[in-house]
């Protein structure tokens, strides 16, 4: 059984940075992608993008181009997604979910962390 | 990019009746990349169906999913009372994966 265990909740300035982990076990980590989905309040569900750890490529949502970077470290089976130039409409719960399918096929979420409420505020 | 556009917005039912739940692709899409999610309040997001029409592990035979091309469907035969979430549709065979705005199942 494959469970996501994500870092805890954070608040933050306007302009800063935030990042968040997600760590993996149970199942093979390298072989399926870890995608970063994001819930705004009362809202749904935004694709930020995503990395394949055996490779090591991000693809990213040209929406959040630029201001996000996500990586992962094969070592500790953890993934890591981090948001910069942040500002109030970043406020969210940010999940990482994994792919259900391995080796980088197009596929569905099997599995999710808890999510991660990011909170910018002045 | 592809928009997914869920009907209806919220869907009121009793337990035992049965719910149609749409979703509608701005462009055709494969139904090998198609899938269905029930989230409940403070919960993530749980996957149902995946490839439009297969359950995923774990899920009762009671929930079901049909379609193709542009128009998907979400079916729970006989709803208990653990199915009131919101329902969201997801498209992940072009990027970026969209998903749909979600439709609240409530109790009536």
């Known amino acids: 059984q494959v469970h996501l265990v994500q870092s805890g909740a954070e608040v933050k300035k306007p302009g800063s940075s935030v990042k968040v982990s997600c760590t993996a076990s149970?199942?093979?980590?390298?072989?399926?992608?870890i995608s970063w989905v994001r819930q705004a309040p009362g809202q749904g569900l935004e694709w930020m993008g995503g990395?394949?750890?055996?490779?090591?490529?991000?693809n990213y949502a040209q929406k959040f181009q630029g201001r996000v970077t996500i990586t992962a470290d094969k070592s500790t089976s953890t993934a890591y997604m981090e948001l910069s130039s942040l500002r109030s409409e970043d406020t969210a719960v940010y999940y990482c979910?994994?792919?259900?399918?391995?080796?980088?096929?197009?596929?569905?979420?099997?599995?999710w962390g808890q999510g991660t409420l990011v909170t910018v505020s002045s | 990019e592809i928009v997914l556009t869920q009907s209806p917005g919220t869907l009121s039912l009793s337990p035992g009746e049965r719910a149609t739940l749409s979703c509608r692709a701005s462009?055709?899409?494969?139904?090998?990349?198609l899938a269905w999610y029930q989230q409940k309040p403070g919960q993530a997001p749980r996957l149902l169906i995946y490839?439009?029409?297969s359950r995923a592990s774990g899920i009762p035979d009671r929930f079901s999913g049909s379609g193709s091309g542009t128009d998907f469907t979400l079916t729970i035969s006989r709803l208990e009372p653990e199915d009131f979430a919101v329902y969201y549709c997801?498209?992940?065979?072009?990027?970026?994966?969209?998903f749909g705005q979600g439709t609240k199942l409530g109790i009536k």
């Open positions: 462009q055709s899409i494969s139904s090998t990349y």
């Open positions: 490839g439009a029409s």
């Open positions: 990395i394949i750890p055996l490779f090591g490529t991000p």
């Open positions: 149970g199942g093979t980590f390298s072989s399926y992608a």
């Open positions: 979910a994994r792919a259900a399918a391995a080796a980088g096929k197009p596929s569905s979420f099997d599995y």
């Open positions: 997801q498209q992940y065979g072009s990027s970026p994966q969209t």
